[in-house]
């Protein structure tokens, strides 16, 4: 088993790189694990280079056999160039391997990097987010601490596949927040946990049925702003 570690973490010399090599497991920086493709590739360094700086490319660095990874593009970035390399990477990297993006993100951000080849994600987003009242629902997201939602008795999300979704009323929610009952957290942290899978699943369908290109040009449409 390999764990890939991001964010100034990725060394087995880190508290957290340590945990994890005195369990048997082998740590790899995943800040620059992608490196070496862009050793190979003059567009791809020439355009992390001009987003990122030639400090990045400073260390020596291999992809690890059986998994591609790509770290270090998720913390404070500005998105457009995010993409960019995601794009770049995406389209150099092994096609056999499953390709593993840290830190991403936002279910628009998912549906990009998909169209851009990634196939695995990891975020905190989802229930941090939840934590402060923003909710991924079908119809997109709402903050729902918004005064606009105090009187709406309208399900928080109709389509979710979490009953309670479905049964109790954006007021309501928002009422728990309002009054700090965590009953209100677990609702919202939930309901994004269970968009994401629904998404996802979504996501596998459009694939299967070689409808996803389209699929996704009308679902970011709709919700990316």
Known sequence: MIVGLTGGIGSGKSAAGKYFVELGIDVIDADHV???????????????IKNFGESFLDQNNNIIEGLSMIGGL???????????IVNVLGSHMPKDQPR?????????DIVKSILSGVDMFDCVLPT?????????THEGSINILNSQYKDDTSPI?????????????????????????????????????????DLINEIKFEINNNSFVKWSEDYLKRYDR
């Not at 998720?74 to 960019?84: C, N, R």
Request: hydrophobic content about 40%; glycine content about 6%.
């Open 34 to 48: 992608s490196r070496n493709i862009l050793d190979e590739n003059t567009k791809a360094k020439d355009l992390f």
């Open 100 to 108: 593993y993006l840290m830190g991403v993100g936002k279910p628009t």
């Open 157 to 197: 999300d109709k389509k979710s596949s979490v009953v309670f979704a479905q049964e109790h009323s954006k007021s309501y929610l928002r009422h728990l927040f309002k009054v700090n009952e965590m009953f209100g957290i677990r609702i919202a942290t939930l309901m994004n946990i269970a968009y994401y899978f």
């Open 74 to 84: 998720s913390v404070g970035e500005k998105k457009a160039p995010m993409f960019d």
């Open 128 to 136: 941090r987010n939840a934590r402060n009242g923003q909710i991924f």
